[in-house]
């Protein structure tokens, strides 16, 4: 099924529900509100029949008392039986709203399996820090104004590949097409939710939760195995001072007499 026909089933099943369900539901609720008017008039009745059955109990034969209690039963169960009535319509107004909505469900999956599809690539803050003179950590320096910004919600997969068509058009510059941008290193499209390493120049950026063993979305920043191996690698050299920051030519501070320590 094509994209096209997808919207135009689902365009469809929505003009169905918006022009069926209300006009059943109202129908019901209509043939509700005539079984109380039912129900209220034998109520009537039978407080009639019960209270002319009492006045006159001591005159009355056992056998007209007799007939009196078989009116009063009748009476009593035809209000029983509207009553039955009334909800056995409520139940079929139910079950037909169940099946809609497990209907959408159906369609639902159908229209996110056939979305369109193209490569996207995730935005970038255009915001650019002012130049150092030092071009040795640019990828670091990257990696931190990226750390600024507010993470956004994990996408899934059909959600992040409906995305990627708005950027697709992003990959031609100066009449020359970029190298398409690969995304987990899986190369396929799932039905999974992924998540953004938040490093900018990771080579997959987005991976899929089952891929790399994830079940929760994380919080904050999160990064690959390789991106993160890589900033503590850099973070550990950037702890250690360069030679421009040793002191030369100064006394180390006078440490007192070594104590020999006895066994």
């Given at each position: ?54 006045a006159h ?58 979305c369109p ?71 396929l499209e ?74």
């Amino acid at each position: 099924m094509s994209a096209i026909q997808t919207i135009n089933d689902m365009a469809e099943f929505f003009a169905e529900i918006n022009q069926e369900v209300p006009k059943r539901t109202k129908e019901a609720l209509a043939e509700i509100e005539k079984l109380d008017q039912l129900a209220k008039k034998k109520a009537e009745e039978v407080h009639r029949t019960k209270v002319e059955f009492l006045a006159h109990y001591g005159t009355m034969t056992d056998d007209s008392k007799s007939k009196a209690f078989a009116m009063l039963l009748s009476q009593v169960t035809q209000i029983s039986d509207l009553s039955a009535k009334k909800v056995d319509i409520a139940q079929d107004a139910y079950t037909d709203a169940c099946q809609i909505y497990d209907e959408f469900k159906i369609k639902r999956a159908k229209f996110i399996e056939n979305c369109p599809r193209s490569p996207w690539k995730s935005p970038v803050n255009p915001a650019k820090s002012k130049s150092t003179g030092e071009d040795e950590n640019d990828g670091i320096k990257k990696e931190k104004k990226k750390r600024g910004k507010k993470r956004k919600d994990v996408p899934s997969t059909s959600d992040a590949v409906i995305k990627m068509e708005e950027g697709a058009d992003e990959n031609m510059e100066g009449g020359e097409e970029k190298d398409p941008k690969t995304y987990c290193w899986c190369q396929l499209e799932k039905d999974d939710q992924m998540v953004c390493c938040e490093n900018p120049s990771c080579k997959y950026e987005w991976y899929h939760f089952t891929c790399i063993g994830m079940e929760i979305a994380p919080v904050g920043d999160w990064y690959c195995t390789e991106c993160r191996e890589f900033e503590q690698r850099v973070k550990k050299e950037e702890e250690q001072p360069g030679p421009s920051e040793r002191k030369v030519g100064t006394t180390p501070a006078r440490r007192g007499p070594k104590k020999k320590r006895f066994n």
